[in-house]
């Protein structure tokens, strides 16, 4: 396994693999590695000839300092979990300065009103952020694909919006979410969560999955005021949102078509962790 924090020394080494057409994936991480990730690499590495994981964690997707602190640095776990995947990744774990340099701030992007809606109207400028590290991150690599997980499905769309208006050639792959065996989406942040809390937010993806039977008889709204009302029964939960939109524009469903792909989204807060999950409907 190689370990790179210096992007020329890294550049350096993909332009000699380039030159002999090799291909490259792409998995940007923050870190914590958990299953999910895992998902992400495998499938990376049965993709392409060469696999590089980036480990950064990006100041400037966090509106909140206090969730940038409390973000675990796991660097020598994650290094050993990865080496048990496959001893031929390429790691690139840089410091914040050698992204950054002396300016820690995002760019302007125009995602074309993807980013304005839920974590976008929750998490102020939490995208600009996200867009900003990963197209250093594409700059840096130039990978053929890139691999991100479908839990945060609204940053999937995002960066195909991005990789669509920069113009880079690259392959966005999303990978389906992968969950604990109650059902709760992997997240570094369940982390945070005593076991008996983290059993009961469980309760998060069964009720995405009875709204899913419910959105075959009901309307958008009805079954949102369902799911709303579903969490103002328990009082362990403080729901965020629920919106129920068309998968790829993220709009509000107005009347349902058959020939269009509907997703619900959610964010719930439980004992102060931040959780979000997602399920497609149709
Ligand atoms: O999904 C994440 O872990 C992060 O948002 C990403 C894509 C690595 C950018 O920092």
Not at 190 to 212: C, G, M, V
Not at 220 to 245: C, G, H, P, R
Request: charged share 25%.
């Amino acid at each position: 396994m190689l370990l790179f924090s210096s992007k020329k020394d890294l550049i350096g080494h993909l332009t000699t693999l380039k030159n002999k057409s090799i291909s490259v994936g792409l998995v940007p991480t923050m870190g914590a590695l958990h299953k999910g990730h895992l998902s992400l690499v495998k499938k990376a590495i049965s993709e392409n000839e060469v696999v590089v994981v980036s480990i950064f964690v990006n100041p400037t997707q966090f509106d909140n300092k206090d969730d940038l602190k409390k973000y675990p640095v796991t660097l020598d776990s994650d290094l050993e979990y990865l080496k048990n995947i496959s001893k031929d990744l390429i790691i690139f774990a840089p410091p914040v300065r050698e992204l950054y340099s002396n300016n820690i701030s995002s760019k302007e992007y125009e995602f074309d009103g993807l980013d304005t809606t839920m974590e976008g109207k929750f998490r102020s400028n939490h995208f600009l952020g996200v867009a900003t590290v990963v197209e250093k991150l594409f700059l840096i690599v130039k990978p053929n694909k890139a691999y991100f997980g479908e839990k945060d499905f609204q940053q999937l769309l995002i960066i195909k919006k991005l990789v669509e208006k920069t113009k880079m050639p690259i392959e966005i792959i999303g990978c389906p979410i992968v969950r604990e065996p109650n059902g709760l989406a992997m997240s570094s942040r369940n982390e945070r969560l005593p076991k008996e809390l983290r059993d009961q937010a469980s309760f998060i993806y069964k009720t995405l999955l009875a709204a899913k039977a419910l959105f075959g008889m009901k309307s958008a709204t009805k079954v949102m005021d369902w799911v709303k009302n579903k969490f103002d029964s328990q009082s362990v939960f403080n729901l965020e949102y629920i919106n129920i939109t068309e998968q790829e524009t993220l709009n509000p469903v107005k009347r349902k078509h058959k020939n269009k792909k509907y997703r619900a989204f959610i964010a719930v807060y439980v004992d102060g962790v931040r959780l979000i999950d997602n399920i497609a409907l149709n």
